[in-house]
């Protein structure tokens, strides 16, 4: 496993964009597919965004709208977020796993490493 820390949250008006980053531990980071998922109040947690060596995914809600990337040599994944909804108001958390098929990036149960989450805001 590796150990994530999730930075960059905050209130933001609509309309506007925040960074998220996702800092890891391990010297392994390059191998795990990286992913965003967020959990709004009294909502089921949902994939927002994942990412592996090659390949990205989004969730149809934040296509065109927010980019995942990732900066191996710093342990780092960076979710850019644009054109905020108030709908995109959640805890958002990072997560790692090994996932060998890109139709798993979706899914929680394929990641096995956490970050603690940060809070997102945005207002009408």
């Known amino acids: 496993q590796v150990q994530l820390v999730e930075s960059g949250g905050g209130l933001v008006q609509a309309g506007g964009s925040l960074r998220l980053s996702c800092a890891a531990s391990g010297r392994t980071f390059s191998t795990y597919v990286m992913g965003w998922f967020r959990q709004a109040p009294g909502k089921e947690r949902e994939f927002v965004a994942a990412i592996s060596r090659w390949i990205t995914s989004y969730a149809d809600s934040v296509k065109g709208r927010f980019t995942i990337s990732r900066d191996n040599a710093k342990n780092t994944v960076i979710l850019q977020m644009n054109s905020l909804k108030p709908e995109d108001t959640a805890v958002y958390y990072c997560?790692?796993?090994?996932?060998?098929?890109?139709?798993?990036?979706?899914?929680?149960?394929?990641?096995?490493?956490w970050g603690q989450g940060t809070q997102v805001t945005v207002s009408s």
């Open positions: 997560a790692a796993g090994a996932i060998d098929t890109r139709d798993a990036y979706s899914s929680g149960a394929g990641y096995n490493s």
